[in-house]
């Protein structure tokens, strides 16, 4: 190989290197967004991670059923905006991702993580869901956004306490 050719190649590895941790950042952000949907939250900074032709649906029996599928950032807007009227959903509400999966062609991504989320609703209901996430991601205007966002239900059971209990946490004297 020249040393031309080993410059292409490095330069190639490097950016799709920076490409995987794009996508890796949009993703964290896109988590952390939906574990702060509450009421009056404001939509802009989650649909800024999407393209405009997105689309967002849940799949397999249980989660296509609901969430069902939305197409353009509108509809998913839409899909959100019932997160942030009154009264609240959520008490508690957290996102995990595991088992990441990252490849990077040019301007097209795929991802794929295992979920698991913890929620405790306004009912004081709490609950253990996990997903499998499936997502893809297009680079637009030098930024890497979600083009199709697919989640799947792996399983999803009540919990008796809710997650966040206000007793004292326990420590050593």
């Known amino acids: 190989m020249t040393d031309a050719e080993t410059i292409v190649a490095l330069t190639r590895r490097i950016e799709v290197l920076e490409s995987e941790h794009a996508v890796r950042a949009c993703m964290n952000r896109y988590m952390h967004l939906?574990?702060?949907l509450d009421v009056g939250f404001p939509l802009d900074d989650l649909m800024a991670l999407f393209i405009d032709d997105a689309t967002w649906e849940g799949t397999g029996g249980r989660y296509k059923k609901a969430f069902g599928r939305h197409e353009g950032k509108k509809a998913i807007r839409a899909m959100f905006a019932k997160y942030t009227v009154?009264?609240?959903?959520?008490?508690?509400n957290v996102h995990?991702?595991?088992?990441?999966?990252?490849?990077?062609?040019?301007?097209?991504?795929?991802?794929?993580w295992v979920l698991l989320q913890p929620s405790t609703f306004s009912s004081g209901?709490?609950?253990?869901?996990?997903a499998r996430l499936s997502v893809v991601f297009r680079k637009e205007s030098g930024a890497w956004k979600i083009a199709k966002f697919q989640t799947e239900a792996?399983?999803?059971?009540?919990?008796?306490?809710?997650?966040?209990a206000t007793d004292?946490?326990?420590?050593p004297d």
């Open 34 to 36: 939906c574990d702060q």
């Open 86 to 92: 009154p009264p609240a959903h959520f008490r508690l």
């Open 96 to 112: 995990y991702l595991t088992s990441e999966l990252i490849t990077v062609d040019e301007s097209v991504a795929h991802g794929s």
């Open 125 to 130: 209901k709490s609950q253990l869901s996990s």
């Open 154 to 164: 792996l399983f999803s059971c009540p919990v008796e306490h809710p997650w966040d």
């Open 168 to 171: 004292d946490l326990p420590v």
